[in-house]
């Protein structure tokens, strides 16, 4: 069982919210909202801690709000596959269909500031592209640092701070920590303007 400390806790209680709040703040009844998690037609909570109580990002319903509950699976999977078009990446239909699984479990709400088939992309691609960068590493050419730079702060901006918690369920480490930090460190690339202020 993986414990929640001050820090993961205030952590949370900044960047999600309790599903009354969230349903309040965007006008949606919270008995509408638990029917359709049960249907499996919206997210799950990111974050379940027994009296402490479930907690949902803040982008919770800007994916599902346009769009109707019986197409949102149809919608997801034809998103993301659009989102692949002209990339030198694709998705099987077996790992489209766990990726709305791990939409639905509300995985991707740990790491994406904003959750939609697009951004589930882009995270995969800019991945990719670090990988292949460090691969085959070359400090001293321009060319090289400027795509590794690119990538690099195209994926700080697409990803949350994380908690402690997150690195605890994963092994330690989580994607911000194996490319984005390190990698900074290892080849002294500097944050673009503030957006690794909040790395944790």
């Not at 639905?104 to 992309?121: D, K, S």
Request: net charge negative; charged share 30%; proline share 5%.
């Amino acid at each position: 069982m993986h414990t929640i400390d001050i820090d993961d806790q205030r952590y949370i209680e900044a960047n999600f919210r309790r599903l009354p709040a969230l349903c309040a703040a965007w006008g949606i009844p919270a008995r509408t909202v638990k029917e359709q998690i049960a249907a499996e037609v919206m997210p799950d909570a990111t974050y379940r801690f027994g009296e402490s109580g479930e907690f949902f990002p803040d982008d919770y319903f800007v994916f599902p709000l346009c769009i109707a509950p019986e197409d949102r699976h149809g919608t997801f999977l034809r998103r993301l596959h659009a989102a692949c078009t002209g990339l030198d990446l694709a998705f099987s239909g077996e790992d489209a269909e766990e990726t709305w699984r791990d939409y639905l479990r509300g995985a991707y709400g740990v790491c994406l500031r904003v959750v939609l088939p697009e951004t589930i992309v882009r995270k995969v691609r800019l991945i990719a592209a670090i990988e292949r960068e460090i691969a085959t590493p070359d400090p001293g050419d321009a060319a090289w640092r400027k795509r590794l730079t690119s990538a690099v702060d195209g994926l700080d901006a697409l990803l949350k701070p994380f908690a402690r918690l997150d690195r605890e369920t994963h092994g330690g480490s989580v994607s911000r920590d194996r490319y984005v930090t390190n990698v900074r460190l290892r080849f002294g690339i500097e944050a673009a303007g503030a957006s690794g202020a909040n790395v944790r």
